[in-house]
């Protein structure tokens, strides 16, 4: 079968297709035939190796974290899922490679797409969706009725992390782009700031969390919305020594990453409340509930309209990296 790989990281984009086996399920996985993989950001950290500390690859290593797909086969003690479903899921992170005409996946990562979406629609939804039901219930711990701000929040993480946010209770504000105020409002934000006119931090009340899509530099005016007590979680900036001790990571990392994560921890001190840092991972008792919610919510993910085959899964990589984009950008297998 095809496969999208690298042989080493590196900084340049030059992923490579090659001729690799089809998988063979074990007895808790499912074979899935990839009909859609999207490309996330998530993908070039991969390709550069800025997540190696946190999750290594052996090489050569097939890249994509997020696929729709049918069930080719099914492992032997797998019962819910039969071949033919449509299904969906964030990969797990110790076995990712949905850049691939097939991929084996463990039956607890995955769950059936939400009906009212096409297999490319839904293959939209796992990442960002898990992502956001992480980072409100696990990371940030926020509670009904209090204040969310997703700074440069109108793309495809908003239009998941919104909804979700709505269903749980919580008052969302989001900034960015006038062109996607309707759409973000109509997913239920309480109140929307264009970027253009009207900077936060002069106009914001201090708000209970933060989820920073913009990284490092975006740290000190966001901090200074927040409420004492409140908490920020990145998307993007970086782990700190909190991230390796939940996570149980080695002394070494444990004390690689607090280094690393000083500043982000001096700064949220600074303003009395808490940094956090998220690398999401595959669940899917968890997709089911975000199922639910997307179903009844009747969302549906925007998608760019420029769709790649895997023999262009560069052009894909350098349109997430460098381009601007109206939606998730998804390889058609």
């Known amino acids: 079968m095809k496969a999208a790989q690298i042989q ?8 490579q297709i090659n001729e690799i086996p089809k ?16 490309v996330n950001p998530l993908d070039l950290m991969n390709i550069d190796g800025s997540v190696k500390l946190i999750q290594s690859y052996s090489m050569p290593l097939t890249l994509g974290n ?4 049918v069930v080719a ?64 219930t696990e990371e940030l711990q926020i509670k009904p009725g209090q204040t969310l701000f997703i700074p ?31 759409r973000i409002m109509a997913l239920g934000a309480t109140r929307y700031l264009d970027y253009r006119k009207e900077d936060f931090w002069t106009v914001l009340d201090p708000v209970d969390a933060i989820i920073d899509t913009r990284g490092a530099k975006a740290l000190p005016l966001e901090m200074g919305v927040l409420k004492p007590g409140g908490r920020l979680l990145s998307l993007i900036a970086g782990p700190n020594k909190q991230f390796a001790v939940a996570r149980n990571l080695p002394f070494w990392k444990t004390l690689l990453f607090g280094l690393a994560g000083y500043r982000f921890d001096r700064l949220a001190r600074q303003h009395h409340s808490l940094y956090r840092f998220i690398l999401v991972r595959a669940d899917g008792r968890q997709l089911q509930q975000i199922t639910s919610i997307v179903e009844t919510n009747h969302i549906v993910p925007a998608i760019d309209a420029r769709v790649f085959d895997l023999d262009h899964i560069n052009d894909a990589l350098q349109l997430v990296a460098h381009g601007r984009l109206t939606g998730k950008v998804v390889v058609a297998l």
């Open 23 to 38: 998988p063979e399920p074990t007895a808790n996985e499912v074979l899935i035939q990839v009909k859609y993989a999207a």
């Open 152 to 182: 440069g929040g109108s793309g495809s993480f908003g239009q998941m992390a919104v909804p979700l946010a709505k269903q749980m209770g919580i008052n969302v504000i989001v900034s960015g782009n006038a062109l996607a105020k309707a």
């Open 73 to 136: 086969a099914v492992g032997a003690q797998v019962s819910r899922f039969h071949v033919g479903d449509q299904v969906y899921s964030r990969l797990p992170l110790n076995k990712i490679g949905g850049f691939a005409e097939y991929v084996a996946v463990d039956q607890a990562a995955i769950w059936f797409i939400p009906q009212h979406l096409s297999l490319k629609q839904a293959a939209a939804v796992p990442l960002t969706g898990l992502t956001a039901y992480q980072g409100l």
């Open 8 to 15: 080493k990281y590196a900084k340049s984009l030059d992923v």
């Open 66 to 69: 997020e696929v729709s797909g």
